[in-house]
Nanobody
Framework: VQLVESGGGLVQAGASLRLSCASSGRAFSVSAMGWFRQAPGKERVLVAGISWSTGRTYYEDSVKGRFTISRDTSKNTMYLQMNTLQPEDTAVYYC????????????????WGQGTQVTVSS
């Protein structure tokens, strides 16, 4: 499975962005997809995850109520709608997928995209 992110950029605080993750591969079969982010000097954190079959979602506390993860199974594409962005959301955002397992834990993610930069100015 190959993952390609798009939609990052530079915005002001309070603005919105939508990230997309397009998946490709001979036999696309995943149990879950998600978004990690890594801010400068910090560890990667899973900020949102989604079960590919049921659509159930997980959010890290700092993004609850502001970010929405979704997927389009017909297009093998996942999205992250980010509203009311704050400077602390500045990070490289990575699309991830796993062949088996849950959508809310940080381990066992098999595939990673190259990352897309999101920068929020104050």
């Amino acid at each position: 499975v190959q993952l390609v992110e798009s939609g990052g950029g530079l915005v002001q605080a309070g603005a919105s962005l939508r990230l997309s993750c397009a998946s490709s591969g001979r036999a696309f079969s995943v149990s879950a997809m998600g978004w990690f982010r890594q801010a400068p000097g910090k560890e990667r954190v899973l900020v949102a995850g989604i079960s590919w079959s049921t659509g159930r979602t997980y959010y890290e506390d700092s993004v609850k109520g502001r970010f929405t993860i979704s997927r389009d199974t017909s297009k093998n594409t996942m999205y992250l709608q980010m509203n009311t962005l704050q400077p602390e959301d500045t990070a490289v955002y990575y699309c991830v997928a796993k062949r088996a397992g849950d959508y809310f834990s940080e381990d066992r993610w098999d595939n990673w995209g190259q990352g897309t930069q999101v920068t929020v100015s104050s």
